[in-house]
């Protein structure tokens, strides 16, 4: 077995989507034991290395696939306290683990957030690669955001 060394994590900010409840996610397709829905993003914060408001419009294609996992894709945009403007877009996995695990049934819930935007001071965004590990409560989806160092 080859020992590789695995590229560590800095923490930037936290990503806190405010959705409706599940009886108000919008049902789009299904067949074969999947289903997609999208879930609106209504608004939320940003705190962090970057501050500043989840703009309402977005939302996240949720597939319920017929393994009992969830592939999401979503995409809204941030207004920062200075005034700038990010575009992201956010696939990921979300997956039940064993609860003894986890403490969690949903144990699972992983992404890779990209950042687009056109303000100088945050180019930094555009230029790393960043994971989320991220969490559904009701009425939130809450995202740790971390830079993935060399």
Not at 11 to 25: C, W, Y
Not at 111 to 135: E, N
Request: glycine letters at 10%; a negative charge; proline letters at 5%.
């Amino acid at each position: 077995m080859i020992d590789v060394a695995a590229p560590q994590l800095r923490f930037t900010f936290t990503i806190t989507a405010l959705v409706p409840d599940i009886d108000n996610f919008i049902p789009l397709e299904e067949r074969s034991g999947e289903r997609l829905e999208f879930i609106p993003i209504t608004g939320g914060d940003v705190t962090g290395e970057i501050s500043g408001n989840v703009v309402p419009g977005g939302g996240d294609w949720c597939l319920t696939r017929a393994d009992d996992a969830y592939q999401v894709e979503a995409r809204y945009l941030i207004t920062t306290t200075d005034g700038d403007v990010v575009d992201v877009v956010n696939v990921g996995i979300l997956r039940h683990l064993k609860a003894s695990d986890t403490g969690d049934d949903m144990g699972y819930f992983l992404t890779t957030p990209r950042f687009r935007t056109t303000s100088p001071r945050l180019q930094w965004l555009t230029r790393s690669v960043f994971v989320g590990r991220a969490k559904s409560v009701p009425g939130q989806t809450v995202i740790d955001v971390f830079e993935v160092l060399q």
